[in-house]
Nanobody, 124 residues
Framework: QVQLVESGGGLVQAGGSLRLSCAAS????????IGWFRQAPGKEREFVAA????????YYADSVKGRFTISRDNAKNTVYLQTNSLKPEDTAKYYC?????????????????WGRGTQVTVSS
């Protein structure tokens, strides 16, 4: 079991940056792959990025590749999503999720635990 809490969202202008954090409970944090997802009103939840437990592998949605960076500090039980060059299309509530097994995946069904999200709003 792991509990996840996101933070770091806010209101920024287009072209700006935010660093989102996903803080996890538990002593086996490094065993979990972590994914970031986002959902805007009226739209389906979409995959953003994922990172393996060891941080040896990462995976990004095409829409954010080159702009966002996922990283983790297992000693702090925290995963980060650095979001640069933000666009209004990035506006959404961002969620982190943990998978206790399996390869990295863009499918939400592969993840077992979810945080409650943090809102990112990008103005034009």
């Amino acid at each position: 079991q792991v509990q996840l809490v996101e933070s770091g969202g806010g209101l920024v202008q287009a072209g700006g940056s935010l660093r989102l954090s996903c803080a996890a409970s538990g002593r086996t944090f490094s065993s979990y792959a972590i994914g970031w997802f986002r959902q805007a009103p009226g739209k389906e939840r979409e995959f953003v990025a994922a990172i393996s437990g060891s941080a040896g592998r990462s995976y990004y949605a095409d829409s954010v590749k080159g702009r966002f960076t996922i990283s983790r500090d297992n000693a702090k039980n925290t995963v980060y999503l650095q979001t640069n060059s933000l666009k209004p299309e990035d506006t959404a509530k961002y969620y982190c999720a943990a998978a206790d097994r399996g390869p990295l995946s863009s499918r939400g069904s592969r993840y077992d635990y979810w945080g409650r999200g943090t809102q990112v709003t990008v103005s034009s």
